[in-house]
């Protein structure tokens, strides 16, 4: 005896999914792929047990349904419009692997994948994008001094943090250029005048960029949408599994051991070769602010950081892994 498919919804609701829901075919019925993922939600029954849902009931590709596809094609055109009247920096990055964003939000499933409310299209907040371009950044400025003799024998990782620190937190009596630097100096520790001043002028650049605990940055990081082109004819999502084999040493804190069964976990995420659309803008919106040569320059130096923090360290879950890699095309 088969699996007999639950959907706890309203009444009317609930005849209406039972009417339209095939297996793998539900994507196809409604336009909103997050209506269809998150709310109708198939539980299924077997010999009077039930069970969680899980992302197989939707079949191993999700393609955007036509019609999502023509309203989410006109938002793209709106949103790089917008774009271009902010005289954003906008780039085009594929993904090389796949891609997962929002794998631990909260969800019926026992996994998550972030999706467009509206347009029910992945997409990766700016808040991610700026997360991993600012940890990029602390890592490439430790890379630094590392190579500067007071630092080389200083763990890499409590350097990382030191950065991390004077970058987040200005002390309170910063009023001059020297103020900064000297304030600086004290949270790095075993800075000498032998460090060059580059370093001091790189972490200013990085405070600008990303903003401090008293300042907002100066740069706006937009939400990265995939490009219409590139889902037309592919499927958006796919399906992805994970085999965690000691649960009962996680969840239970038995001891470790390989006598016990994997447990498959499903979950969803953006194949490779997927193009995604992201920009940048400098906060202050006026052509005057933005023809000012180093407020350009600041833009244009977010934009390379931004681009080297998605290739050499990706972007989402799993990175560790090779999931979320992006790559030119």
Known sequence: MGDRIVFYLPKDLRGIIKETFVKGKCNNVFDNLSLV???YCPFSEKDGKREKPKYDKFGYEIKLPENALNKYNVFCKCQIDLWNS?????????TKSRLVVGLGDESVYETSIRLHRNYGVPYIPGSALKGVTKHYAILELTE???????????DFFNLAKKVQDALENPAKDENSEEDVKKAIKEKLGGVSERTPDAVFWEM??????FGTQNQEGSIIFFDAFPNPKSIKDKPILELDIMSPHYQPYYREGKEPGDWYDPKPIFFLAVPRGIEFHFALA?????REQLEKA???KLLENARALLCEALKEHGVGAKTALGYGRMIDE
């Open 37 to 39: 993922i998150t709310k």
């Open 86 to 94: 902010l005289s954003a920096e906008i780039l085009k990055l594929t």
């Open 144 to 154: 630094k001094l590392k190579d500067i003799k007071e630092f080389k024998d200083v």
């Open 204 to 209: 200013q650049i990085l405070r600008k960029m």
């Open 282 to 286: 400098y906060r202050e919106m006026s």
């Open 294 to 296: 180093q407020n350009q």
